[in-house]
């Protein structure tokens, strides 16, 4: 039925690291790892989720380091295990990795042009596309879904899969990635239906 809801996914964004201030490309699954103020996000994340009753029925999350030690914290909240899901990896973005977005613009402006305004284009050469990494997101998602029917799920992830998720799931313009705001240690909450889907909530982040 139109109104059958088929999941509910409450996506965490991991805690804050080194890299988070000066919001530099990643795509390491081993660095940089939460530090103090990521770890204080999640604490209140998890405070969050315990004073809202927020239930599930499963815990997945990305396999970088960053998003395993959010989605350990979680787990213990709720005295469950999480499962990694290989294929939310962060988005690949090449010879950009580990430089901030103003080092790339001033390096190469019209190459930050294209990837904001160009999807499909994978920009740098060595990088994933925008295009190909929400469809690679939207695929899993897809997967976890059909796996879970009728199930409540958390999700601990990367800012960039959950703004592909909201893309998808709103059936925006791939080129709306990198104008969607999301914070590390935020929780952002989507309904999955039969035919269509419902952003409840997005980037909440609770405050100290």
Same mark, same amino acid.
């Given at each position: 039925?139109?109104?059958?809801?088929?999941c509910?996914i409450?996506?965490? *964004? %991991?805690?804050?690291?080194?890299?988070?201030?000066?919001?530099?490309?990643?795509?390491?699954e081993? +660095?940089?790892?939460?530090?103090d &103020?990521?770890?204080e996000?999640?604490?209140?994340? *998890?405070?969050?989720?315990?004073?809202?009753?927020?239930? %599930?029925? /499963?815990?997945?999350?990305?396999? &970088?380091?960053?998003?395993?030690q959010?989605?350990?914290?979680i787990a213990?909240?709720? /005295?469950?295990?999480?499962? $990694?899901?290989?294929?939310?990896?962060?988005?690949k *973005?090449?010879?950009?990795?580990?430089?901030? +977005?103003?080092?790339?613009?001033?390096?190469?402006?019209?190459?930050?042009?294209?990837?904001?305004? *160009?999807?499909? !284009?994978? $920009?740098?050469e060595?990088?994933?596309?925008?295009?190909?990494?929400?469809?690679? $997101? #939207?695929?899993?998602?897809?997967k976890? !879904?059909d796996? #879970?029917?009728?199930s409540?799920i !958390?999700i601990?992830?990367? /800012?960039?899969?959950?703004?592909? &998720?909201?893309i998808? &799931?709103l059936?925006?313009?791939h080129s709306?990635?990198h104008? !969607?705001?999301i914070?590390?240690?935020?929780?952002?909450?989507i309904s999955?239906?039969?035919?269509?889907?419902?952003? $409840? +909530?997005?980037?909440?982040?609770p405050?100290?």
């Amino acid at each position: 039925m139109y109104f059958d809801r088929k999941c509910k996914i409450t996506f965490i *964004c %991991n805690g804050a690291t080194i890299y988070s201030e000066d919001d530099r490309f990643t795509d390491s699954e081993v +660095y940089p790892p939460l530090n103090d &103020a990521g770890q204080e996000e999640i604490e209140r994340i *998890c405070e969050f989720l315990k004073k809202r009753g927020i239930k %599930n029925d /499963k815990i997945f999350t990305s396999p &970088a380091l960053r998003s395993k030690q959010s989605a350990a914290m979680i787990a213990k909240l709720f /005295k469950q295990d999480y499962e $990694v899901v290989e294929e939310l990896h962060p988005r690949k *973005c090449g010879s950009f990795n580990g430089l901030t +977005y103003e080092q790339v613009y001033e390096k190469t402006p019209d190459a930050m042009e294209k990837l904001i305004n *160009c999807p499909e !284009i994978a $920009v740098p050469e060595d990088a994933e596309s925008v295009t190909d990494f929400i469809n690679r $997101v #939207n695929i899993s998602l897809n997967k976890i !879904i059909d796996e #879970n029917l009728g199930s409540r799920i !958390i999700i601990v992830t990367h /800012k960039d899969i959950i703004k592909a &998720a909201i893309i998808s &799931a709103l059936n925006i313009p791939h080129s709306s990635l990198h104008r !969607i705001y999301i914070k590390s240690g935020s929780a952002t909450q989507i309904s999955y239906y039969e035919k269509w889907s419902s952003l $409840v +909530y997005s980037d909440y982040t609770p405050v100290a």
